[in-house]
């Protein structure tokens, strides 16, 4: 009973946080890597609730400690190394900032559907099982840098065999809905130069936005899930998803961001 004691209680942390990574790029490839992550008292109270049943140590609970940041560089690619982190609290939200580097772009592996507080894992149907981004640099004859993001299509948005999207279900819409009601969610790319050109349609100064997501601003929308369902072809999908207030998500499979090096 006590697995799904856990899995119980877990549900309700899963909107009670807040994650932001943006990820600064060099022309050579290396960069570093800013990665915010906030959660209530609430939230923190029941990750130790849930190591006390899981048979774990509560004290070791706290996924914004700066040992937990510290175990993270490996998991985020090779190569990546922790800087320096700090703590942070914003109004009822406590958390930590924590600065990464890496050598290499191309051996990042960042997930857009990261995992709830406390590494459990978002089920498959609600987007748990999408594939990380991975990275591609290349240097054009006149100078310029161009970064290259393979996205893996968000798994809550799969492809048949026809090449078509199939749309959610409203059962899968439902639970994302409950399971991360309150999470905002931002991956952000900025590239160490003057910005040329991207495919993003998401741009803010020299900064290049790859998901920006505030799930209770998007729940309300009335017509979230007609919307949602109605998605049957790519194009359709991303004329659909990017019309719900809330939500910025590029579903290309690649996006590219042109850059001149200082």
Do not use: W
Not at 93 to 108: H, P, S, W
Not at 177 to 203: H, M, N, W, Y
């Amino acid at each position: 009973m006590r697995p799904v004691i856990v899995a119980l209680l877990a549900i309700p942390l899963a909107g009670c946080f807040q994650s932001s990574t943006v990820i600064h790029v060099k022309a050579d490839g290396s960069g570093t890597i800013e990665q915010r992550t906030l959660l209530t008292e609430t939230a923190m109270d029941q990750l130790r609730t849930l190591a006390i049943l899981g048979g774990g140590n509560p004290d070791a609970a706290d996924p914004t400690s700066e040992a937990q940041a510290k175990a993270m560089a490996a998991s985020i690619g090779q190569g990546v190394t922790y800087v320096s982190s700090t703590p942070v609290k914003i109004d009822k939200l406590q958390g930590r900032e924590t600065i990464y580097a890496f050598a290499d772009v191309t051996q990042l592996r960042i997930s857009e559907q990261p995992n709830i507080p406390g590494n459990i894992p978002l089920p498959a149907a609600a987007g748990g099982n999408t594939p990380p981004i991975s990275f591609a640099l290349d240097r054009k004859p006149d100078g310029n840098v161009v970064l290259k993001l393979l996205v893996p299509r968000p798994s809550i948005f799969p492809t048949g065999p026809d090449g078509q999207a199939i749309a959610p279900s409203l059962d899968q819409i439902t639970m994302v809905k409950q399971l991360l009601a309150g999470a905002k969610l931002s991956v952000i790319v900025d590239p160490d130069g003057r910005l040329v050109q991207t495919s993003s349609p998401f741009v803010d100064g020299n900064r290049v936005t790859l998901l920006d997501v505030d799930i209770d601003k998007a729940a309300a929308d009335p017509d979230l899930a007609a919307k949602l369902q109605s998605a049957r072809n790519p194009e359709t999908a991303k004329t659909v998803v990017n019309s719900i207030p809330g939500i910025k998500i590029t579903l290309d499979p690649e996006i590219t961001i042109e850059f001149a090096p200082k």
